[in-house]
């Protein structure tokens, strides 16, 4: 069946591949594009989900891309925009005939236009809003006026609610006559006569309830009702730490507006992730293998520049011990293990020290207890692979002093590693810098400083 050949064959060695287009699927799409022949390509792109279709737009060069868009024409469905990369978005948007925009993005609910419009340029922008019914285009637009990554923004407007003093039965017949209920909902929000959300019911619980029950003997243990202007990462881990499935948005009255859903808060969560380990990395929070040769480079340049002065300082601080480098040639060849090791050390507990901050599990009353744990597992290694190094200098150059020398530096630098690795990042939180983003290069300065000097001044001491 066509439907069987998206999907990669079962591969016991590679059970990571499980979701990934099948090659010769992708190769049967684009040998359809290049005879025109829409019936075929049709056919190929039937089975395919909308993330599988998004996937396949992003990986395939902007030829192929703008002529797939053209050949596929009106059967383009809006999820499509929804889970395309922002890299790329722009560009689709672009191909698009205005029709098929308008048919795209009249079926997506609030929030995913929301999403769609919100980074576009105001031509673009307007001529999807001009798409919509005007009911939809006014919730769009007053979403549009919140706060960039707020909940405002997340949220979506069509919201299922109910007064709370109703039984199961009215809500029954209430849901059944209604035209424009959402695609997917999980609960059923409860309200005051001041439409404030006093309790979640769930659909589950709804439907397998007497008729006569009341609504409010049904309501959700945990319950957490979103202020519209509150931070999205702080959403998703609310929506993380309490297990929620969706939660209300309230606005300063405190009045229901809208409601965000698991979906768009696990999307959140990963975006998070992502830019965490984007930034640790030094490659910027939006890179992206759509982006061209000199976004990519102008991207990373800065961070390069960074490397290149923490470099300068580490070689500052080695010119100072000129002299023992020269007298001594194995000092040279045994410095570079030395801050390898603090830096390698370090990154360890650097990566462990921004998720931590991340997912709000290292606070003021656990942090002196996490550096103490690094400092200590630093100090640990540092005495095993100083007892290895040791042995190493004494077996290669024949005398005990150098590897009493390269053992004592290993142990100091993989204790400052540890301290530094922690320590630093919640330093950066706590005065408001990102501490993802500028962490590295400090940890990297200090391990490799550290470790030349405690190297090469404990070498200059004892050897000479």
């Known amino acids: 069946m066509a439907e069987d050949s998206y999907q990669a064959e079962p591969d016991p060695e590679r059970e990571d591949d499980a979701y990934l287009l099948d090659r010769q699927a992708v190769a049967r799409i684009i040998y359809a594009v290049d005879i025109e022949d829409r019936d075929l390509l049709l056919k190929e792109m039937e089975p395919l989900h909308p993330a599988d279709i998004a996937d396949l737009l992003e990986q395939i060069n902007a030829f192929d891309r703008r002529r797939l868009i053209e050949l596929y024409g009106v059967e383009f469905d809006g999820d499509i925009l929804s889970e395309l990369d922002d890299s790329i978005r722009e560009e689709v948007i672009g191909l698009l005939t205005p029709e098929v925009l308008f048919d795209a993005v009249r079926d997506l609910e609030s929030d995913d236009v929301v999403d769609l419009v919100e980074d576009l340029e105001d031509q673009q922008q307007q001529a999807i809003l001009n798409a919509l019914e005007h009911g939809d285009r006014v919730a769009v637009q007053q979403s549009l006026t919140y706060p960039e990554y ?107 507006v809208g409601v965000i859903t698991i979906d768009d808060a696990m999307v959140v969560l990963d975006e998070e992730h992502e830019e965490d380990i984007m930034r640790l990395a030094g490659v910027g929070d939006e890179s992206s293998l759509a982006d061209r040769v000199l976004e990519t480079t102008k991207r990373r340049f800065p961070w390069l520049a960074v490397n290149l002065v923490t470099a300068i300082l580490a070689s500052l601080v080695i010119a100072q011990f000129e002299a023992a480098i020269a007298q001594i040639v194995a000092l040279a060849v045994l410095m570079p293990i030395v801050a390898s090791m603090g830096g390698n050390a370090g990154t360890q507990s650097l990566t462990v020290a921004v998720r931590a901050i991340a997912t ?105």
């Open 150 to 256: 707020s909940a405002g923004r997340l949220m979506q407007r069509e919201v299922v609610m109910a007064p709370s003093h109703w039984n199961v039965g009215e809500a029954i017949d209430f849901l059944r006559n209604q035209d424009d209920l959402p695609d997917q909902f999980y609960h059923l929000i409860l309200v005051d006569p001041r439409l404030r959300p006093v309790g979640n019911v769930t659909l589950g619980k709804l439907m397998a309830a007497r008729r006569e029950v009341l609504l409010k003997d049904l309501v959700e243990e945990t319950f957490h009702v979103i202020p519209v202007t509150q931070d999205e990462g702080d959403v998703a881990y609310a929506f993380n730490q309490y297990h929620l499935i969706s939660a209300p948005v309230v606005d300063e009255n405190e009045r229901l």
């Open 360 to 464: 709000k599990d290292l606070t003021g009353s656990n942090v002196w207890r996490v550096i103490r744990r690094e400092v200590l597992v630093g100090l640990l290694n540092g005495l095993v692979f100083a007892v290895v190094m040791g042995a190493v200098g004494v077996l290669w150059f024949g005398g005990p002093e150098l590897g009493y020398v390269i053992a004592a530096a290993m142990v100091i630098n993989l204790v400052v590693a540890g301290l530094a690795g922690t320590v630093i990042p919640i330093v950066l939180d706590r005065i408001g810098v990102d501490p993802a983003l500028a962490s590295g290069a400090f940890v990297t300065t200090v391990t490799d400083v550290v470790g030349f000097f405690a190297f090469l001044g404990l070498a200059a001491m004892v050897l000479l």
